[in-house]
């Protein structure tokens, strides 16, 4: 219930949002395990992006890596929330524990690296390999690629110049 209730009402603020003049916004909205391997999950979003009258592209539904373990259930499962039109995005990325097999087989179209890779990315040249890294396999798979966690302009320089699509704050 909680889950739908978050779901519902991003849609309706984001709908808000766009009445009110602030452009063509989306939102992104994080789904738990327990709610994607539940059957109705994509009649759910189905009904919340009619009640706002959004058009699924505005929606990203985000996914921790973790939960691609589970099974070919959720495969299955982000396939059919892709028909749906709407975006789908790996949380956390490079802090679970799924392959780059698993990664290469998920319909995503977004890679949203941790912020523990991000935190110290100008101080610390391992983390810049990972985050520069996981930048080129994210643009190399097609994918956009967030960096979460981005909370001052040096940081933000570092990753524009990795060639780093999105920045979001903690």
């Known amino acids: 219930p909680l889950g739908r209730f978050v779901l519902h009402g991003a849609c309706r603020e984001v709908r808000r949002w766009r009445n009110q003049g602030y452009g063509h916004l989306?939102?992104?909205?994080?789904?738990?395990?327990?709610?994607?391997?539940?059957?109705?999950?994509?009649?759910?979003?189905?009904?919340?992006?009619?009640?706002?009258?959004?058009?699924?592209?505005?929606?990203?539904?985000?996914?921790?890596?973790?939960?691609?373990l589970d099974s070919e259930a959720i495969i299955t499962r982000l396939e059919d929330l892709k028909q749906l039109g709407?975006?789908?995005?790996?949380?956390?990325?490079?802090?679970?524990?799924?392959?780059?097999?698993?990664?290469?087989?998920?319909?995503?179209?977004?890679?949203?690296?941790?912020?523990?890779?991000?935190?110290?990315?100008?101080?610390?040249?391992?983390?810049?390999?990972?985050?520069?890294?996981?930048?080129?396999l994210g643009h190399n798979l097609g994918l956009r690629v967030v960096a979460e966690g981005v909370e001052s302009q040096e940081i933000w320089d570092h990753l524009a110049a990795l060639g780093c699509d999105i920045a979001q704050g903690y």
């Not at 738990?32 to 919340?48: N, R, Y």
């Not at 995503?108 to 690296?113: A, E, P, S």
């Open 86 to 136: 709407v975006q789908i995005a790996i949380d956390d990325f490079g802090t679970g524990y799924s392959s780059l097999a698993r990664l290469r087989d998920m319909p995503v179209d977004v890679l949203k690296i941790d912020r523990s890779f991000v935190q110290n990315l100008a101080a610390s040249e391992h983390d810049s390999v990972i985050v520069r890294s996981t930048i080129d």
């Open 26 to 68: 989306g939102i992104s909205v994080n789904i738990s395990a327990k709610q994607l391997a539940s059957s109705g999950l994509p009649d759910e979003i189905t009904a919340a992006l009619a009640e706002s009258s959004l058009e699924p592209s505005a929606l990203t539904l985000e996914i921790t890596e973790s939960v691609l």
